[in-house]
T-cell receptor, first 113, second 113 residues
Framework: GENVEQHPSTLSVQEGDSAVIKCTYS??????FPWYKQELGKGPQLIID?????GEKKDQRIAVTLNKTAKHFSLHITETQPEDSAVYFC????????????FGTGTRLQVTL | DGGITQSPKYLFRKEGQNVTLSCEQN?????MYWYRQDPGQGLRLIYY???????QKGDIAEGYSVSREKKESFPLTVTSAQKNPTAFYLC????????????FGQGTRLTVV
């Protein structure tokens, strides 16, 4: 089955700096890669996702890049703000109606003033 | 207001007792999931259901049971056979089982006392 590794486990950046979180996956057939943000005491919420037919996707200050050859994908947050502080999870899923998401172990991002 | 609702938010259980966590969705989604979240371990899949009256074991099903008698409901029972039940439990749903966005509830924190 799919295995997703996520790094780093914790990340501290100053407000206004950029943050990068990286994930690698094992199943070369995987073609869907979402990123979730989880605030304290709440459920994860999708912030951006990418499918394997594109290499990059951007949504305001958030971008995701995908390298299918190397089997890794990354989340980039620019101009970080205190409200970006949360736990971020990457996930991967192969195609097909019986597939399921496999999550990484999470990255706790702390944006300091 | 469409969404996925978990109740209760906090739950305390005595050792040896079974307890049932509620999950209801009004998104008309076919697929539903239960995840367990422990610090540093990400989201681990307990059970999932592709359609009404069908469910499958996930990666850590031992000590848990589920039912899917209605499309909108997917309750999870934590039995006394679960050796380490204290955790944060997340329910999710998606349009189909497959590589699509999962919508999460707010979670239930279960503590065994």
């Amino acid at each position: 089955g799919e295995n997703v590794e996520q790094h780093p486990s914790t990340l501290s950046v100053q407000e206004g700096d950029s943050a990068v979180i990286k994930c690698t996956y094992s199943d070369s057939a995987s073609n869907y890669f979402p990123w979730y943000k989880q605030e304290l005491g709440k459920g994860p919420q999708l912030i951006i996702d990418i499918r394997s037919n594109v290499g990059e996707k951007k949504d305001q200050r958030i971008a995701v890049t995908l390298n299918k050859t190397a089997k890794h994908f990354s989340l980039h947050i620019t101009e970080t703000q205190p409200e970006d502080s949360a736990v971020y999870f990457c996930a991967a899923s192969p195609p097909g109606t019986a597939s399921k998401l496999t999550f990484g172990t999470g990255t706790r991002l702390q944006v300091t003033l | 207001d469409g969404g996925i609702t978990q109740s209760p938010k906090y739950l305390f259980r005595k050792e040896g007792q079974n307890v049932t966590l509620s999950c209801e969705q009004n998104l008309n989604h076919d697929a539903m999931y239960w995840y367990r979240q422990d610090p540093g371990q990400g989201l681990r899949l307990i059970y999932y259901s592709q359609i009404v009256n069908d469910f499958q074991k996930g990666d850590i099903a031992e000590g848990y049971s589920v039912s899917r008698e209605k499309k909108e409901s997917f309750p999870l029972t934590v039995t006394s056979a679960q050796k380490n039940p204290t955790a944060f439990y997340l329910c999710a749903s998606s349009i189909l089982l497959g590589n699509t966005e999962a919508f999460f509830g707010q979670g239930t924190r279960l503590t065994v006392v």
